[in-house]
Every structure is written in structure tokens, then in C-alpha cells.
């Protein structure tokens, strides 16, 4: 699933090539992905408005967007949800596109270089009156596109917090601090693989109750969340991570050398290094 570094490539390339284009027509027919709108409800809220602002907090991103006579911050919010696999897609009128969003992997890394692309995974696409698009392509169709999302549930975005406040939400309770970090209420923003980087690079054992924390072990991690998050953003997302590439079989700790553990952890795969991970 694209975790935080991800979502924030795809709300960068909103910012930098869909603000203050004027919306013409929108594709919201894929019904799965728009629910619980009907075909047109989008379309009929945003068409004439202008996308205002990109947002994010954790994984969730939104636009703001115009009136239509075009007023800043008036108009509804698009929230976008890139499921497991989406990316946003946006050209200009003659067709020079920007995206961002998951890792594809493998030979080809931009959706425009895909050769077996189909156009039916594009599954959301704003028409810009200036000939271009902003489009959600999502092949495993598991994204969400909605008007004026709920946000209320998500805990502070997990780049932004500041100490204080992490420390009063992750370091308390008896589950695995892993755990305290996967769920959204408590920080916004990281999944399994930036856990596993983050909690390799403090050298903590992801197993360890979260209550048993003491404050400079929750200074180190918050240090340590802060700069895995701002490494995978610069270097193209989560699996940038300096221990990812050694998560598997026989997989071993990039500092020491020692085979890496492996156990399920707040109810996903996890891998620590024994030896430094305490």
C-alpha cells in the first residue's frame, strides 16, 4: 500500500501541475471507486471550479477547489485515497505529463511507459478546460475518490508531529510499539514497510510494549520516523528504505551483519535485526 511518502509524491504533482486549472468535465463512472456517489454527482460538484490546493495528512489527500466564478477555498473537497497501487497522472494540453504516487516496480516506473496499459484503469479523470487531465490510475482498482472527506479519524500526520505529542500517543499501552505506530488514530501517515525502516534505524525491537518506552527511547524514535519519512519522499518512496531490500529469506542486517528476524507484528510481516533491536 503506498504509505506517506508516496501520497505525498502524488499530492506534489497535483500542486505542481493541476492548481488553478479550470475543471470542464469529469469521468466519475467507475462506481466502485467514486462510492457512495452515484455516476454525475461529482462531475455535477465540480465542473467550472478550480482545484485551489493539495493536501495530505498520513495517507489521505485532498484538493481543495474553487467556487465557480472562481474564489479561492469555496468550493467542495475531492478527497483521493490511492488504495494499494494508484498514482496520479497530470498533463498538460499537449499531453507532457507528471505523476506520482506508488512504486510500480519493475522495468518501467511511469504509468506513461506502461506498454500494457489499459484504458479502463484509469478509473477517475478530471478534464481540464485547457485540453489536459488529472487522472487516478489504479489497476488493482482499490482507491477511493470522494467529495468532503471525513479526516476525523486520523491521528496528527506522522512527518509533522512534534515530540511532545508523539510521545503522549505512541508511548503508552501494552501493545507492540509496532502496532502503536501502524494505526492511524496514533499517527497518520505509516505502514508496514516505514515502521519496520523506522524502528530499524532506532535500533528498537518492534515487539516491544509500547508503554515501556522510556522518553529518550521515544525521542530516538520520533528522530528516526522524521528521517526515514523525509529519505523516502527524497528518494522516491518506502522501498528506498536502507533495511527494505533485506526484508525476506535469509535476509540479513545491513549494520551487523546478523540474520534478520521474522514474526508477525500488529498483524503484519516484520523483520528486526536481534542483535542491535532490543
Same mark, same amino acid.
Given at each position: 500500500?503506498?504509505?506517506?511518502?508516496? *501520497?505525498?509524491?502524488?499530492?506534489?504533482?497535483?500542486?505542481?501541475?493541476?492548481?488553478? %486549472?479550470? !475543471?470542464?468535465?469529469?469521468?466519475?463512472?467507475?462506481? &466502485?471507486?467514486?462510492?457512495?456517489?452515484?455516476?454525475?454527482?461529482?462531475?455535477?460538484?465540480?465542473?467550472?471550479?478550480?482545484?485551489?490546493?493539495?493536501?495530505?495528512?498520513?495517507? #489521505?489527500? &485532498?484538493?481543495?477547489?474553487?467556487?465557480?466564478?472562481?474564489?479561492?477555498? #469555496?468550493?467542495?473537497?475531492?478527497? !483521493?485515497?490511492?488504495?494499494?497501487?494508484? %498514482? !496520479?497522472?497530470?498533463?498538460?494540453?499537449?499531453?507532457?505529463?507528471?505523476?506520482?504516487?506508488? &512504486?510500480?516496480?519493475?522495468?518501467?516506473?511511469?504509468?506513461? $511507459?506502461?506498454?500494457? %496499459?489499459?484504458?479502463?484503469? $484509469?478509473?477517475?479523470?478530471?478534464?481540464?478546460? $485547457?485540453?489536459?487531465? /488529472? %487522472? /487516478?490510475?489504479?489497476?488493482?482498482?482499490?482507491?477511493?475518490?470522494?467529495?468532503?472527506?471525513?479526516?476525523?479519524?486520523?491521528?496528527? $500526520?506522522?512527518?509533522? *508531529?512534534?515530540?511532545?505529542?508523539? #510521545?503522549?500517543?505512541?508511548?503508552?499501552?501494552?501493545?507492540? *510499539?509496532?502496532?502503536?505506530?501502524?494505526?492511524?488514530?496514533?499517527?497518520?501517515?505509516?505502514?508496514?514497510?516505514?515502521?519496520?525502516?523506522?524502528?530499524?534505524? +532506532?535500533?528498537?525491537?518492534?515487539?516491544?510494549?509500547?508503554?515501556?518506552? +522510556?522518553?529518550?527511547?521515544?525521542?530516538?524514535?520520533?528522530?528516526?520516523?522524521?528521517?526515514?519519512?523525509?529519505?523516502?519522499?527524497?528518494?522516491?518512496?518506502?522501498?528506498?528504505?536502507?533495511?527494505?531490500?533485506?526484508?525476506? +529469506?535469509?535476509?540479513?542486517?545491513?549494520?551487523?551483519?546478523?540474520?534478520? #528476524?521474522?514474526?508477525?507484528?500488529?498483524? =503484519?510481516?516484520?523483520?528486526?535485526?536481534?542483535?542491535?533491536? =532490543?
Amino acid at each position: 500500500m503506498p504509505e506517506l511518502p508516496e *501520497v505525498e509524491s502524488a499530492r506534489a504533482t497535483v500542486e505542481a501541475g493541476a492548481l488553478g %486549472r479550470r !475543471i470542464a468535465a469529469v469521468d466519475d463512472t467507475d462506481t &466502485w471507486e467514486c462510492r457512495p456517489h452515484a455516476p454525475g454527482d461529482i462531475e455535477h460538484a465540480l465542473v467550472g471550479r478550480v482545484l485551489t490546493g493539495a493536501f495530505r495528512r498520513g495517507k #489521505s489527500m &485532498w484538493c481543495e477547489t474553487s467556487d465557480v466564478g472562481g474564489e479561492d477555498g #469555496s468550493g467542495p473537497v475531492l478527497g !483521493i485515497h490511492l488504495g494499494m497501487s494508484g %498514482r !496520479i497522472v497530470v498533463t498538460d494540453g499537449e499531453g507532457r505529463s507528471i505523476e506520482g504516487g506508488d &512504486w510500480l516496480g519493475g522495468r518501467y516506473g511511469r504509468v506513461a $511507459d506502461q506498454p500494457d %496499459r489499459k484504458p479502463e484503469w $484509469d478509473r477517475f479523470t478530471l478534464r481540464f478546460a $485547457d485540453g489536459g487531465e /488529472l %487522472r /487516478l490510475f489504479d489497476k488493482r482498482r482499490l482507491g477511493r475518490v470522494r467529495l468532503d472527506p471525513d479526516l476525523s479519524a486520523l491521528g496528527p $500526520d506522522a512527518q509533522q *508531529v512534534e515530540l511532545a505529542e508523539f #510521545s503522549a500517543r505512541v508511548g503508552r499501552g501494552t501493545a507492540p *510499539v509496532k502496532a502503536r505506530l501502524l494505526d492511524q488514530s496514533v499517527v497518520a501517515g505509516v505502514g508496514n514497510l516505514l515502521a519496520d525502516e523506522t524502528l530499524w534505524q +532506532a535500533r528498537i525491537s518492534p515487539r516491544r510494549p509500547a508503554g515501556s518506552l +522510556a522518553p529518550d527511547d521515544l525521542a530516538v524514535l520520533h528522530a528516526a520516523l522524521r528521517a526515514a519519512t523525509e529519505a523516502a519522499i527524497t528518494h522516491g518512496g518506502v522501498h528506498t528504505g536502507e533495511v527494505i531490500e533485506h526484508r525476506g +529469506a535469509g535476509g540479513h542486517c545491513p549494520r551487523c551483519g546478523a540474520e534478520l #528476524s521474522r514474526a508477525t507484528v500488529g498483524g =503484519r510481516t516484520t523483520f528486526w535485526c536481534p542483535e542491535e533491536q =532490543r
